[in-house]
């Protein structure tokens, strides 16, 4: 992919500390409130449970390592078949967000996509505008979340 600011590379197993901490940053404000004593825990074993769901549900995705500055701020992970992609997951360090690092690598794999989908949680109002000024639109809805593509057959 070229992008203008951010880099992009794969991810490898030397990257695993800072997916993790990635996931944690993401999480926290979930639980505010919740004792640190508890909070670890339990985002260490949500990390490992949404870590096995993506790989059962996703065995071909493709991790990748989103850098400014040459430092690790985010990750994307895509199902790709052909030219359709799944985008399983987007995130960027709490402290890197609202930068445009996120929608200037979703306008690339967009760009670069044929067809492309994603899930997002119905109640993630802020993701949602992300993902639908890309384009994507909601197709159906179970269970609180949305699935999303580019191209909706009418």
Known sequence: MAL?????????PADDPFLRHLFL???RAEFTGLPESQLDPLLAMQYRA??????ARHPRAETFVITSADEPVGSVTVDRDGGRMHLVDIAVLSAHRGRGIASEVLGELVRTTEHATLTVWRLNTGARRLYERFGF???SEQFGYLLMAT???G
């Open 137 to 139: 639109q909601v197709v």
């Open 151 to 153: 191209e909706v057959d």
């Open 50 to 55: 949404h870590a096995a769901d993506r790989r």
């Open 4 to 12: 203008l600011t951010a880099g992009l590379r794969a991810a490898t």
């Open 25 to 27: 940053d993401s999480r």
